[in-house]
Structure formats: C-alpha cells, structure tokens
C-alpha cells in the first residue's frame, strides 16, 4: 500500500504555448514533453515545497510512448538536410527517452531511483513501478506518472494511422510509503481546463530554472 | 538463478565465441558500414557483422528486436524453456530508431509522414515484437534506461521474481547501430578516433557499438523443476539518480556510488566480498573519472579489480550493461576476470586495478556490474556464484 501525497496534471491543449508561460533561459533544451512533464511534475510535488522525503529517497518513475519520437524526427532532419556538424548536441539527450525523467530528477533534486517505462500502458505501468519500489524499499516517496506530447510530424502521423485526435497530456501522483509519517493528503488534480491553474505551476518551473541554467549550456 | 545466457555481438554471435573474444582480445572494431561516414569527424564502430537475422513476424521487425531475438533464443534455449510463460523486460536506448533513419527527411512534411514507420520507431516496439517473434506468453515491460538499460531490465526481472509476479523472466538490453547516436555522440565530442582505452590516460572516447544480450532470470523453484542448471545469482540490484546533469556524470560519482552501494545491501553482501567490478567504462575521461571515485566510496582506496569489456564490444547502449552482465556471470563460472584491453598507462586522476591487457585467474564468489546513463541514472547489479 500506498499513500498518494501528491497530484499534479496538464493537459493544455496543441494551441498551449510553454514559451509564453515560462522563462525558458535555460531550459530551452527541453523537449515539449519534458516542458509539460516540468509542469505536471511541479504542481504534484507542490514546488518549491520540501520534497516528501531526503532527496535520496525519492524515485522518479516516468511512462511514455512517443516523448523522444518528435525530437528524433527533428534531430534526424537537421543531421541528413544541414550536416552531422550542424545538429545541436543539447538536443541529442531528448532523443534518448529517459532524459525526460533524467531532467525531473535534475529539476527537482530527486536523487533516488530514476526509471521510464515505455509502452502503450505506460503510465499505469509507471504507477506499478513506483509502488514495487516503495514495497522493496527501494525509495520512500516516488514521483510516478506518464506524459505524451506531439510535434507536428508525430502528430499528423498518428492520426493517419487512425488514433483520431491525439491529446497532449502530462499527469503524476506523489505516492509515499504507508507508515512512513505520509499523510493521506487531499488530491488537488489541476483543472484540466484552467490555464490559471497551469500558469501557477509554471511560476513553480520558473523558481528551478536558475538552478538548472548554469550547467545546461 | 540465471539459467539461460544468450549473445549477439560484434566480437561473437554466441555465447561460446563472445567469450573467447573476451579473454583474447578480439576487437570489435572496424570502419563503419551502416551508413556514410564521410561528414563525421570519426569512421570507426562496433557493429554486428555477418548474422543472419531470422524473422516469422510481419511486418518485419526492426534490427533491435531482430538482435534481441537471436539472443532471446540462445538464452531459452540454454535454460530449456518454450516461451510460454515467460515473461519479458527488455531495455533499449534508441528504440526502432532505424525506420525514422531510413527515410529521407526532405520528405518529412504534413503531406508525407510515413506513418506507420512513425508509431514503430519508439522503444515500445521493441518489446512487442521480441515478444511475438519468441511468442512469450508473460507480460512484457520496456525499461528506456538508454546506456545503463540492461540492468534496468535485469533489476526489473529479479523484482518480479521476488515479488511473485513471475517465475521466468527473459532479461536483457539490445540496441542497434544507430547514425542518429553516432551524431548525437560525435557532436558532444565523445567518439574516439582509432580505439576504445578505458582508463588509459591517453582515452579520447567511445566507439559506438551495438548489439544484444538476453539472459533467462527465474526463482530457484522454477529452475529446479525443469531441471536447469543455475549458471549464477542475480542477488540484487541498485539504482539511482545524479540529479546532476542530462550527459555529464557527477564528478565525485556520489549517484554512482550509491546505486553500488543499494545494489550490495539488497543482495546482502559486504564489499568486501566484491571479487571484481565491471566497470561502466566507457572510454571517456569523465567516466572513468566518476566512476573511479565512486568505486573508492564504496570499496576504499584498495578496492577490486574493475575492468571494462568495451574496449573490444565498444558502447552497445542498451545491450552494454546485457553483455557485461553476460562476461560476469562467465567470470564467475570461471573463476577469471575479463581484462582492460587496450590499455596504455594509467590516468594519475583515476589510478586503479583494471586489469590491464591480460585475464587474470582469482576467486570469484561476489561480482557487481555498474552502468551509468543519460539523464544521470546509474544502475548496478550483483551477481553471485552459485554452488
């Protein structure tokens, strides 16, 4: 068993600008969906609140299907139309999957356990994770959850292949170990459709941005 | 246990040759074929030559899975399974990326995406058609843990197993050789030009590779009932997070050292106990640098000998932490350490025992193998001999 401690989810829309919310000095490296993810991530550890438990002791368990597919669209673009020599290496990481949760766990100083999962489940699959960790003590509190988002390329090809209107969203949960001194907080999910409620959590994004921006360039 | 060992490499298609390349020094490297080199500022890499990769699965699937399969089959073999029942947790770094590779991107536009190619491309693919083409009937799961991905996978395997969720689990990492890695490499200045020299103070990099390794993980149980010899223990398995940088290890390697040091607890063993270390061992100084000094947090000045194959596989990604997981549990059968091929002189900033350039017979009761990834996730397993 669990406790959920924290909630936190966006699902904004394609016309959502993370630019226009969001200094994104020194964070420009990151993918659309780890920008989205940054925002999910924020609200459901109620940033800059102290994390839920010694930083060592929180794990980041991240499931997604297409995050690194746009950027390896692009990454491949650039390299075949301009030159290998040409490609920007800041954005060679997003290629790779796991950078997603890699920069969760850069952001928010979460120094425990730092896994992504990848499937058309994978966000209940995240959830599995994060409760198999805090059963084998592998870490006390875990930031699970999942995020999809699309480029053009992505999101054109999905729906040629018949997945209607795929919709961009980041979502976690907080789950901290029973018996641990967690308390069985209120879920206060994010207005799906308040982009109030979004731009609050991007202030959250903003305050670690310094943190960040020294060592990303 | 681990019943079933199953490789696909460049230095040997096979168990039985891998390992005679690990304790020879044959070399994996050679001019890449896979694609035009001419624009990078390296030629060399480590692929997979002359395998044929069967397939029954239509469409075909990508060479990452066509790899892991090979592998998958040797590994089920070994351990004298079918594939029901069997569970899958397969790691990868860069996925299919081979269909989006093949197009022309010229023709990328809303008018043209190729679509299906699109959706295949992910890591998810991957453990779909390893699955179909070894119809495993358990639940499949893909760990993108990029560089560190096969332990992730091993580490996964042994959680099932301990938790009852499965009895065999079908473990390991794959990659394919990747031009989108190999630029995304170059451009961060991390391909050597002529060599892999882990440790050596005159190191310049790593040479990308590819590849696959699949090893069966089981309880004791289900080992016993079909009869299968342990060929060794998985005995456990840390990770964590740097929460330091999306490429660049923490220097002082304290992330590092603690996934070494969950991995020790979990398996119930002191350091001291540690025979010999499978160094992540990359070939680039901040690596080694890293690591290192992680392996002094955990062992002390006068820890084990560490060693990294990749000087002969080079850095097969998701596969990397499969192989080396493959040369421990050799190691222990054998009682004999891979070496450090290639090596030159040591680094002062990171002297160690890396068994330079020549197997070295010891006891070997208690290994650990470390793999360290983009994104600062580092994971590393301990593997124990069995009686």
Known sequence: ?217 | MITGLGVVSPIGADVETFRTALLCGKNGVAEVESFDTERFPTRIGCEVRDVALESSVEPRPGRAALLAAAAGRQALAQAGLQGQNVALAIGTTMGESCWLEAWDPADVSAGSVPAEELVRSGPDQVGRDVADELLLAGPTTVLAGACAAGNYALGHALDLVRLGRAETVLAGGTDAFSRVAFTGFARLGGLAAEACRPFSVDRDGLVLGEGAAMLVVESESAAAARGAEPLAELAGIGLSGDAFHIVSPDPHGSGAARATAAALDDAGVEAEEVGYISAHGTGTPANDRAEVAAARTVFGPNGPPMSSIKALTGHGLGAASGLEAVACVLALREQIAPPTWNFTSADPECSWDVIPNEPRETELEVVVSNAYAFGGANASIVLRATA
């Open chain 1, 1 to 217: 068993m669990a406790a959920v401690v924290g909630a936190g989810w966006i699902a904004p829309g394609r016309d959502f600008d993370v630019a226009e919310h969001l200094d994104l000095r020194g964070l420009r490296p990151l993918s659309r969906a780890s920008r989205l993810a940054c925002v999910a991530a924020a609200a459901a550890l109620r940033h800059p609140a102290p994390l839920p438990a010694p930083p060592e002791r929180c794990a980041v368990v991240l499931g997604t299907r297409f995050a690194s597919i746009e950027p390896l669209v692009e990454f491949n673009r650039v390299a075949v139309t301009d030159g290998p020599g040409l490609v920007n290496p800041s954005s060679f990481p997003n290629v790779v999957v796991n950078a997603h949760a890699g920069y969760l766990g850069i952001l928010f100083g979460l120094k425990g356990p730092n896994v992504t999962v990848c499937g058309e489940t994978a966000g209940f699959d995240a959830f599995g994770h994060a409760l198999d960790l805090l059963e084998l003590g592998r870490a006390d509190a875990v930031l699970a959850g999942g995020v999809e988002a699309y480029g053009e390329t992505l999101y054109e090809g999905l729906r040629r292949v018949g997945a209607g209107e795929p919709d961009e969203a980041a979502a976690f949960l907080v789950l901290g170990r029973d018996g641990e001194g967690f308390g069985r907080a209120d879920l206060q999910p994010l207005d799906r459709d308040s982009a109030g409620a979004a731009a609050g959590a991007l202030d959250a994004v903003r305050a670690v941005e310094e943190a960040l921006s020294p060592r990303s360039r």
